[in-house]
């Protein structure tokens, strides 16, 4: 009895022994699969309740305006544009009691009174709610100031509100340079202009912080992972005080005229470098989303200097011109004799040209002019004239080429500004897509006088520029040099090439200075105390397949001192009113309204730059600086008018 009984007190030891046995088995097996087999999933679980990897921002790079152009200026940094340090609010739901939820909320709409509905943030099942975009330094220390002592009273954990940084752009100077710069909106994607084109340079690298939380208490927050690398800065061309005149003279000049729209560029013709680049009406990208959801104003966020073309009108006479006087030389080449000579007495009023069906016509009758009177006068008569002889000698494809080889016109400039027009100059033999040749019997003489042609704004001024600087074609850029923390990136290139000889330049030079002067047709553009030289262009507008006698694009273009250029400035006026005003004249004409605002904008310009005055005659009738006898050149305007005269009466 007492053997059998203890046989089965072994038996049962042995199973319970057994059993823990099994039992511990089990768990270290199970122990095994959690700890190691299944070890990611379950530390990805972890990792989940409590931690969460935040971005820690980059700040994007600045643009900088040009502050060396003005010698003995001081060179500070003046920003276009800059990254603001803002804070966005985030709340983690799970840690705060239900019954300190509404007084929170409470608390924190009295504190920003603007903010959104934010109630359903502290009620869902997340541990992180974003409650408040973009505040500044100073309201977050404000909900700072009430927060800490709110969640250590009620025993919350601290971080149920926190805070994380974030970089928005800013506009100390406002709305300046606003379609050539645009935006990044919140989600930093660009919305144009350069801050596309440099985007790659501009953007930064993002950091890596890792925060932890508990569902009940506190932890450790804010572990940096990884740093935030900024991004590059980048130094244009564009200098602040000049952009500021010229954006300032053409919204007053356009106004006054009551245009539709308007450009304005001022470049240096030896570098290329493009000083300032106004459009009218402007664009404030700080309020992006006004325009882009307006049809209205969607337009005004088009930087139309570089993106939309128009035919130039008669800015393209002296450029027709010179190709003459070129021609002179290849024709000298080939053992031929010239076309014509500067000073030829030629008949000005025999208006009908091969293949046009109605005669060219000029404001006023010429009966005999010369180079420098057509120039002066504007006639459309003359230019025509001198390229039928160009055609009759030299061929189309001659005259064609030399517009794009020696201007650069139908050639994109290059300029590192997004979505650049190349314009358009008809070829010989090509077709349209309608069909119709480009290049037809009439199509050289309208060239003559700039119709049926494109170019943008950016396109003549670097044609012009060749006059200005003495026959080089330069390559236009608005970028000085990139740079991160003092440290150069990529400088800003600078190319230009002969095209012309000096000797042409200083011809057609001579020519275009007379514009401005008594007799001719832009005496408005008059820089008081300086030479300039330049051209008015009042073309008609194609308006459904024909040219409007009420709808016009004006401009000015011009280079000021003449001899020694500081800068070319382009002026365009798109529809200005057509109106006549007693002892000023018909407002809609380039000289009119185009004109004014270049004086304006050289006139401060040069003054602000510190350009010594080169022309005592060019000051106003009566201003006691006027001193005709010191004038460099007042006989030969003098001189010009008696020939004219006497060919004309």
């Not at 007492?2 to 042995?14: A, G, I, M, P």
């Amino acid at each position: 009895m007492t053997t059998s009984l203890t046989t089965n007190v072994s038996k049962r030891w042995l199973s319970l022994s057994l059993f823990l046995f099994s039992l511990f088995t089990l768990l270290i097996l199970r122990y095994y699969q959690i700890q190691v087999v299944e070890h990611d999933k379950w530390m990805h679980y972890a990792n989940n309740q409590h931690h969460r990897v935040v971005t820690e921002p980059y700040r994007r790079g600045v643009f900088y305006s040009n502050t060396s152009l003005k010698t003995g200026h001081p060179t500070q940094l003046q920003p276009f544009v800059v990254d603001v340090l803002l804070y966005h609010l985030y709340v983690d739901p799970l840690l705060i009691e239900p019954s300190y939820k509404e007084e929170m909320i409470k608390s924190l709409k009295k504190m920003m009174p603007a903010m959104e509905e934010i109630s359903s943030h502290f009620y869902k099942k997340s541990r992180s709610r974003r409650v408040a975009l973009w505040l500044r330094a100073e309201e977050k220390q404000e909900i700072e100031a009430w927060w800490y002592p709110f969640a250590k009273q009620r025993k919350i954990p601290r971080n149920a509100l926190y805070f994380i940084k974030d970089y928005k752009r800013s506009y100390p100077l406002g709305r300046m340079l606003g379609q050539v710069l645009h935006t990044v909106r919140e989600d930093r994607v660009t919305t144009g202009g350069l801050e596309a084109v440099f985007n790659e340079y501009l953007k930064g690298v993002e950091g890596k912080k890792m925060v932890l939380r508990s569902p009940r208490y506190e932890l450790d927050t804010d572990l940096l992972e990884v740093d935030a690398k900024d991004g590059c800065d980048v130094h244009l061309t564009v200098n602040h005080v000049l952009q500021a005149i010229c954006e300032e003279e053409l919204a007053i000049g356009i106004k006054k005229v009551k245009g539709k729209a308007g450009m304005g560029v001022v470049m240096d013709p030896h570098t290329g470098e493009i000083l300032a680049i106004a459009n009218y009406p402007f664009f404030d990208p700080a309020n992006y989303r006004d325009y882009y959801n307006d049809t209205a104003k969607l337009g005004d966020t088009r930087n139309k200097a570089i993106m939309d073309c128009f035919e130039p009108g008669s800015t393209m006479k002296p450029i027709s011109i010179a190709l003459a006087l070129l021609a002179n030389e290849e024709l000298k080449k080939r053992g031929k004799p010239p076309i014509f000579s500067p000073s030829d007495k030629i008949a000005s009023d025999q208006s009908k040209f091969p293949g046009r069906t109605q005669p060219l016509q000029d404001t006023h009758l010429h009966h005999y002019l010369n180079m420098y009177m057509a120039i002066q006068k504007s006639s459309n008569i003359y230019p025509a004239r001198l390229i039928q002889r160009v055609i009759e000698e030299l061929g189309p494809k001659w005259y064609r080429e030399k517009l794009r080889d020696v201007f650069g016109l139908g050639v994109k400039t290059g300029v590192e500004m997004p979505y650049e027009n190349r314009g358009l100059v008809p070829t010989p033999g090509k077709m349209y897509a309608s069909g119709a040749f480009q290049w037809s019997a009439p199509t050289p003489y309208s060239l003559a006088i700039g119709y049926n042609v494109l170019v943008n704004a950016i396109q003549m001024c670097r044609a012009y520029s060749v006059f200005a600087n003495g026959g080089y074609l330069v390559r236009p850029t608005i970028l000085r040099k990139i740079t991160q923390k003092d440290r150069l990136i990529l400088e800003g290139l600078h190319e230009k090439n002969r095209v012309l000889d000096e000797s042409i330049v200083k011809e057609i030079v001579k020519a275009m200075k007379f514009s401005t002067k008594t007799g001719g047709s832009a005496p408005l553009a008059n820089v008081p105390g300086f030479t300039e030289a330049g051209k008015t262009a009042t073309a008609e507008k194609l308006i459904e397949g024909t040219y409007s006698k009420t709808q016009h694009f004006s401009s000015f273009l011009g280079f000021v001192p003449a001899d020694n250029p500081r800068f070319v400035i382009f002026i365009g006026v798109d529809e200005p009113e057509k109106a006549y005003i007693q002892g000023f004249g018909t407002t809609h004409f380039g000289g009119k309204c185009a004109a004014p605002i270049f004086r304006e904008i050289a006139k401060r310009s040069l003054q602000y730059l510190g350009v010594t005055p080169d022309d005592p005659y060019g000051y106003p009738k009566g201003d006691p600086r006027s001193d005709p006898s010191k004038a460099k050149w007042v006989k030969e305007i003098e001189e010009l008018e008696v020939t004219y005269n006497r060919w004309n009466r």
